[in-house]
């Protein structure tokens, strides 16, 4: 699943429907139209997430779905182009994900990477697992990552956290090559930076990309000039397909090859720009090539390099050559 189409770019959308089902259904369509690769969800139950003495439980009420809700809004994808992403943040959450029998991977949240009931109930499910890394000692990722150990299918590290927005000097993209260097893993990067800095929002998550990091998460919005849940780090619909071409354009610029193999563009260029053997002045037919009777100049033709000119030397050539004209291996003998 993760490992075609590079890079794989995750469409969050988070809270930004603001507990609202119609909206969280006109942004999944914005996601889909992005032509991104897959679209997340978080699903939680306020009451087995957070406190109720935590200053944010209320506002956690408000943006939470019922079950009821996740089914509309999931029976309203009909769209087989993208995949669907299940991010639980408590068992029941999971448990009701995984009975929708619709999601293509699910993700742990970096605050269940210590929960080794939630741990145990993901190895049950033959889908690829996201373990967000963000903000955790390097010690939780090891245990998360042992407990999944057996788990027969894809784990991907996903490294960012959000700090509403996170500063470019906490990013620390760095991460990524050391755990990719520790963990036999597929590795993966949640961008929050400031989505008004677009060179940045874009970019960021590019040098992550050439760091190893072949899966992209990204937040969405409807629109963020209304300052909406998530918006510090979430693109506009039409931000976010214009990120998905810009990330999937720049990814050819890498190469697909590991052998040192000339392309087409390359030949041509080699054409332009390298010297070749011409005749330094008029050169009879049976005579020998020599370093006297040669000088390497641009032809826009490949022909003999200096590199490889001591195979030639000393050789008797099979036609006339006229001075300047470009000297072929072929004609030497």
Request: glycine share 4%.
């Amino acid at each position: 699943m993760f490992k075609k189409n590079l890079p794989y770019i995750i469409v969050e959308i988070a809270s930004a429907h603001e507990g609202n089902v119609n909206l969280a259904i006109e942004i999944t369509n914005y996601a889909i139209a992005s032509k991104a690769d897959a679209v997340k969800f978080q699903m939680f139950k306020s009451e087995r997430l957070l406190s109720k003495n935590n200053p944010f439980f209320k506002k956690f009420q408000e943006i939470e779905f019922s079950f009821k809700d996740w089914n509309k809004i999931i029976r309203s994808i009909d769209n087989k182009k993208i995949s669907l992403i299940a991010e639980a943040y408590d068992e029941e959450s999971l448990l009701f994900a995984k009975n929708l029998n619709v999601f293509n991977s699910y993700k742990i949240p970096a605050s269940c990477l210590n929960d080794r009931n939630m741990l145990n109930k993901l190895k049950e499910i033959n889908k690829p697992i996201i373990l967000s890394v963000g903000g955790v000692e390097f010690r939780e990722i090891k245990y998360a990552y042992k407990q999944l150990s057996n788990h027969s299918s894809d784990i991907i590290l996903m490294c960012g956290f959000q700090n509403f927005p996170t500063k470019i000097k906490d990013v620390k993209l760095n991460k990524i090559i050391k755990l990719k260097k520790y963990f036999k893993s597929i590795m993966g990067f949640a961008d929050h930076t400031d989505a008004e800095q677009k060179n940045l929002a874009f970019g960021i998550p590019l040098m992550a990309y050439s760091l190893g990091a072949s899966v992209i998460e990204k937040h969405i919005t409807k629109n963020r000039e209304k300052k909406g849940n998530d918006y510090y780090s979430s693109l506009n619909p039409n931000e976010f397909s214009e990120f998905v071409t810009f990330l999937k354009t720049c990814q050819k610029a890498f190469g697909n090859s590991k052998e040192w193999q000339l392309s087409k563009a390359e030949i041509k260029y080699k054409k332009f720009t390298s010297k070749f053997a011409v005749a330094s002045k008029d050169i009879k037919k049976g005579e020998k090539i020599t370093k006297n009777n040669v000088i390497f100049k641009r032809t826009n033709q490949i022909g003999i390099s200096q590199n490889d000119f001591a195979l030639f030397t000393g050789k008797k050539i099979s036609k006339d050559k006229l001075y300047d004209e470009m000297i072929y291996p072929k004609e030497i003998k």
